[in-house]
T-cell receptor, first 114, second 110 residues
Framework: DTAVSQTPKYLVTQMGNDKSIKCEQNLGHDTMYWYKQDSKKFLKIMFSYNNKELIINETVPNRFSPKSPDKAHLNLHINSLELGDSAVYFC?????????????FGEGSRLTVL | GESVGLHLPTLSVQEGDNSIINCAYSNSASDYFIWYKQESGKGPQFIIDIRSNMDKRQGQRVTVLLNKTVKHLSLQIAATQPGDSAVYFCAEYNTDKLIFGTGTRLQVFP
């Protein structure tokens, strides 16, 4: 059983398109996250949700809109894709918020914008 | 400001030797630190963590050392194996966010 699963694993699309990445966790965790990893492997937090409520919203363009239908799911929708959006996007989950414990990561979704 | 940095971008070690990966952090108020391992094509995987009330913690073949005086963290891997080849990240909790360092690539050669 995959603890944190993301789909799709790979996504290739044209500039200007709109795309979504889905994430599900079966760990019973309350908090979910989206991180972006660039070509230099730098991992940066984008969003965090706790029990479907947004608690962290970093300086991310408003073309990025997370949605959490329930605490086991956190999806990421991106409008008007740009070349700079090309990256690997990781979903993660944790039991609580703050420094209560480790984050469990998915396998990543590699987005390539042409 | 917020920053977690690593001294060496790439570390090459011979199989069987011990590896030491270093990390500097800037926020003296950070009280929880985690080391992650990321293999090619996979997500970061938890290795070991340490809270600021400790200066050393040991796991299976891994040890994390925390020096709060100089804001330095290290990960020691004993008897490094080919399967240890990966990118290693230190991360610190800073105002409820887990902030990652830039990563060190560990290469193990026979």
């Amino acid at each position: 059983d995959t603890a944190v699963s993301q789909t799709p694993k790979y996504l290739v699309t044209q500039m200007g398109n709109d795309k979504s990445i889905k994430c599900e966790q079966n760990l019973g965790h309350d908090t979910m996250y989206w991180y972006k990893q660039d070509s230099k492997k730098f991992l940066k937090i984008m969003f965090s949700y706790n029990n479907k409520e947004l608690i962290i919203n970093e300086t991310v363009p408003n073309r990025f809109s997370p949605k959490s239908p329930d605490k086991a799911h956190l999806n990421l929708h991106i409008n008007s894709l740009e070349l700079g959006d090309s990256a690997v996007y990781f979903c993660a989950s944790s039991q609580g918020t703050g420094n209560t414990g480790e984050l469990f990561f998915g396998e990543g979704s590699r987005l390539t914008v042409l | 400001g917020e920053s977690v940095g690593l001294h060496l971008p790439t570390l090459s070690v011979q199989e069987g030797d011990n590896s030491i990966i270093n990390c500097a952090y800037s926020n003296s108020a950070s009280d929880y630190f985690i080391w992650y391992k990321q293999e090619s094509g996979k997500g970061p995987q938890f290795i070991i963590d340490i809270r600021s009330n400790m200066d050393k913690r040991q796991g299976q073949r891994v040890t994390v050392l925390l020096n709060k005086t100089v804001k330095h963290l290290s990960l020691q891997i004993a008897a490094t194996q080919p399967g240890d080849s990966a990118v290693y990240f230190c991360a610190e909790y800073n105002t409820d966010k887990l902030i990652f360092g830039t990563g060190t690539r560990l290469q193990v050669f026979p």
